[in-house]
């Protein structure tokens, strides 16, 4: 019985390389996005996530997610814990 093994020239071989998404969340993750992608880094995906509209309007991140529309009605938290909490 014979066994044939082959090996993928390197060229053949997919690049293999990890996907990072760095969320940020409320006024300060937004923040923090914002500053990250104003100094070119690479390699990643930016999400924000946030109750205030006019923050997410604002947001430099290719993907945006508005939280607690029914709750907030589009302003932020007001760094309340429990309406950030019924927004999410």
């Known amino acids: 019985m014979t066994i044939k093994i082959t ?7 997919p690049e293999l ?7 940020g969340v409320g006024g300060a993750g937004g923040n923090a996005i914002n500053n990250m992608i104003a100094a070119n880094l690479e390699g990643c995906d930016f999400i924000v996530a946030n109750t205030d509209a006019q923050a997410i309007k604002g947001s430099k991140a290719d993907r945006r997610i508005q939280l607690g529309t029914g ?5 932020g938290a007001g760094s309340k814990p429990e309406v950030g909490k019924a927004a999410a």
Do not use: H, M
Not at 7 to 13: H, Q, T
Not at 71 to 75: A, C, E, F, N, Q
């Open 71 to 75: 709750v907030t009605k589009g302003l």
């Open 17 to 23: 390389k990890p996907r990072i998404s760095v969320i």
């Open 7 to 13: 090996v993928p020239e390197e060229n053949d071989a």
